[in-house]
Structures are given as C-alpha cells and as structure tokens.
C-alpha cells in the first residue's frame, strides 16, 4: 500500500522565521516527491520537487529535504511570509502513472 | 492561456440525480486526471487516464464513471448522486506522470 502521511494537520508561523513541514512515506519505490500548494477556492499549483537520487533541492525560500533510510522528506520555507500561508501537500507518483497525495498541512504565517 | 478548465464551478444535486463535469486542456497533454478532496483526506484518485480513449480507476471509483473520447477533454459522470459525493472535484492534466496542472475545482453539493 502506497502512503504518504503528513502528520501535523496544521501549523503557525511567525513572519520571518522558518516554516518546517514533514511528510514520510511507506514504499521505498519513487521517482519524485512533490510539494503543491493551495490557496482557498483554487486548484494546487507546483512549489518544488526532488528526485530519489537527490536529498537536497533549494528553489529560492524554498528547501526541500529527503531522508531515504528514514523515509521521511521536510519542506522549509525561510523566511517566512503571509503570502505562504495556504495549505501544502506532499505527493510521489511511487514509480508508476499516478500522484498519491498526502492528507495536507495548513500553513498559517502570523504577521 | 487557459491550461485547465473545469465546468462547472459550482452545483447543488439532489439525491439520485445525474451530472457530468467536464474538464478540458489545451497544453496537448496525455495524462489526465479526476481528484476529490474532503476535509482531513487530502486529494484522493477517482479515475485517470493516460491517453485518448482510455481510462483507469483511481483509489475511490465508486459511483463515477469517465470518458476520454478526445485528447483534450475528460468527463467525470456521477450517475445517481449520494450525499458522499458531496466534495471539492479538481481535474489535473500532465504530460509526464507527475507533472500536474490542476483546474481551479468543481464545488458540489448532493442534498
């Protein structure tokens, strides 16, 4: 079974300092993990991805993270701002033709 | 400059009725996609389809059915609505398996 679980349900920020959001996952098999993000009453849009031979990939303010023995991926966003504050999923397509998607966290930026 | 398009945007069913929600792309991808997501569920496959003319089930197929009779558009039917398909539906298309373009999301609501 194919599972992306995103633990934390919500999460609040102040402006300025670093977001952390965390996803693991339960099959070793992958070609990417994907953050999207969705602003209320708008479809996701693409933040960033990384590959399974990368544990590392920086775009901007954003930084994703991959712990392949520990199953585990963290997106930081630093610094911090409202403009952030939506909800974030992580997704993989686990090797074959479809996304599956976590559950999301709600990331609310206090000003 | 359309990318993904879904109609509707809004819908009130009541019980037992039928409806069909179209999704169109003009990016000439192959891969396209219905979700729904529920409060506390995330974005969960309904069905997709990797190509014209074919289709697949997702995780929650149930009480849907899909057709992808040209390249660029893609139905999702809902035959005899329930109350559980009270839900946000996105429609996302992609040319690799992973590279998703979402709609902006049909509201319904079955009453």
């Known amino acids: 079974d194919q599972q992306v679980k995103q633990n934390s349900p919500s999460l609040s920020v102040q402006e300025g300092r670093i977001s952390i959001l965390n996803c693991d996952y339960t099959n070793s098999m992958f070609d990417y993990f994907l953050w999207y993000k969705k602003y209320p009453a708008e479809g996701p849009t693409f933040l960033i991805s990384i590959s399974s031979i990368k544990d590392k990939n920086e775009d901007g303010r954003f930084t994703v993270f991959l712990n392949k023995s520990a199953k585990h991926l963290s997106l930081h966003i630093v610094p911090s701002q409202p403009g952030d504050s939506a909800v974030y999923f992580c997704?993989?397509?686990?090797?074959?033709?479809?996304?599956?998607f976590g559950t999301g966290t709600r990331l609310t930026i206090i000003p | 400059n359309a990318g993904v398009t879904q109609t509707p945007k809004f819908r009130v069913l009541k019980t037992g009725q039928s409806m069909t929600l179209l999704c169109a792309q003009d990016?000439?991808?192959?891969?396209m996609y219905w979700y729904r997501q529920d409060p506390g569920m995330g974005l969960r496959l309904i069905h997709y389809?990797?190509?014209?003319?074919?289709?697949a089930k997702g995780e929650v197929p149930d009480g849907y059915n899909v057709s992808r009779l040209k390249k660029q558009n893609f139905l999702l039917g809902l035959e005899s609505a329930a109350p559980s398909q009270t839900s946000v539906y996105f429609c996302?298309?992609?040319?690799?398996?992973?590279?998703?373009?979402f709609g902006s999301g049909t509201r319904l609501t079955v009453v």
């Open positions: 990016m000439n991808h192959e891969y």
């Open positions: 997704a993989s397509n686990f090797g074959n033709e479809k996304l599956t």
């Open positions: 389809s990797v190509g014209e003319g074919t289709t």
């Open positions: 996302a298309s992609s040319v690799v398996s992973y590279g998703y373009t």
